[in-house]
């Protein structure tokens, strides 16, 4: 199971798409959870309403977010577990593109940003971390083709 999660190839087109989504995640997580940034730290951002009603207790909800980008930011930049962040992302995309900023599509409060980050998050899950990933080094390809 472990092989499947971290399998990748050499590939270099993903390199550019991990290392920018994993740097604004990293960026966005941190001004959720840390407070960096201008952000509202995690008391504040865990102080925020949940964007369904079942999504009870909303701090519980709202803390699996902020965490997700920040971990998840980690993990793209790294290459580590790629697959598994990836998802753990375009989960917290989907709900902010369906919950938080629909109908409007157009930035700044629209879902265009976060559709991309969506998209992004998606092509990674399919494709893995490629080169240049701590998944490579550990899969045991050596940079060889799959």
Request: include cysteine; charged fraction near 10%; charge should be positive.
């Amino acid at each position: 199971m472990f092989r499947r999660l971290i399998a990748t190839s050499s590939t270099w087109f993903t390199v550019p798409l991990r290392l920018a989504v994993g740097i604004i995640f990293l960026a966005h997580g941190s001004q959720k959870v840390l407070g960096s940034f201008g952000g509202p730290g995690l008391k504040g951002f865990t102080s925020l309403s949940a964007p369904y009603p079942f999504m009870r207790p909303a701090w519980l909800w709202m803390g699996a977010a902020a965490v997700s980008e920040l971990i998840g930011g980690l993990l793209l930049l790294l290459g580590l577990l790629t697959r598994v962040g990836a998802f753990f992302l375009a989960c917290t995309m989907l709900v902010a593109v369906a919950g938080v900023h629909w109908p409007i599509f157009f930035a700044p409060k629209g879902f265009e940003y976060p559709l991309v980050l969506l998209a992004g998050c998606l092509a990674l899950l399919v494709s893995g971390g490629g080169a240049l990933s701590v998944d490579l080094g550990l899969s045991g390809s050596g940079g060889r083709r799959r």
